[in-house]
């Protein structure tokens, strides 16, 4: 069975109250359009790892070697470089694109 | 804190913390009643406009209780068998 399993995107609108389950190993970004506040309750947790997808630190693709990212991703190991350095914050970030930091 | 007692999540030092946003943790490995369990419990809160980065957990299922706000959230899986044979 060499068939290319396809992505599922799932998206969500938070309500106080609701309750979502994040299964382990799926991806998972939460935006804020109001101050918010969760909580999390997480089971097999002993030795779980949270892996960064963006930003500085705990990123694991910025953690993969150059020869490694060169042929995984279409551009050259530098284009993916720069282009993970281009997010400086860590965890958190501004999701608003207009109001440019810096 | 080896107590047996109540244990404040937010006592402690963020594990995760910037201008916007901050994400406290309490660890199996941190605590004997969580070891128990096998639970982490954390507390996480985006300040207005900001998100938290895409990430995933290597073992842990994790059940998310919204407490305040409003926001979205995007979740990313594969197309189950059954959808696939739908299609």
């Known amino acids: 069975q060499e068939r290319s399993q396809q992505v599922q995107r799932y998206r969500a609108r938070l309500s106080p109250g609701d309750v979502y389950v994040i299964p382990a190993g799926h991806p998972i970004v939460v935006k804020a359009s109001s101050d918010l506040s969760l909580l999390g309750f997480g089971i097999n947790a002993e030795n779980n790892q949270r892996n960064f997808l963006a930003g500085e630190e705990d990123n694991v693709i910025s953690q993969i070697e150059r020869p490694v990212k060169e042929v995984a991703f279409p551009g050259s190991a530098q284009d993916v470089e720069s282009l993970l350095k281009n997010q400086r914050q860590s965890y958190f970030a501004n999701a608003q694109p207009q109001q440019r930091e810096r | ?87």
């Open chain 2, 1 to 87: 804190s080896s107590e047996s007692g109540p244990f404040n999540l937010r006592n402690r030092n963020p594990l995760y913390s910037n201008k916007f946003g901050k994400f406290f943790e309490i660890t199996p490995e941190k605590n004997p009643q969580l070891q128990d369990l096998d639970i982490f419990v954390s507390s996480v809160e985006i300040n207005e406009g900001a998100l938290i980065l895409p990430h995933y957990n290597s073992r842990s299922t994790v059940v998310l209780v919204m407490n305040e706000g409003k926001g979205h959230l995007e979740l990313v899986g594969h197309k189950s068998e059954q959808q696939e044979q739908r299609e």
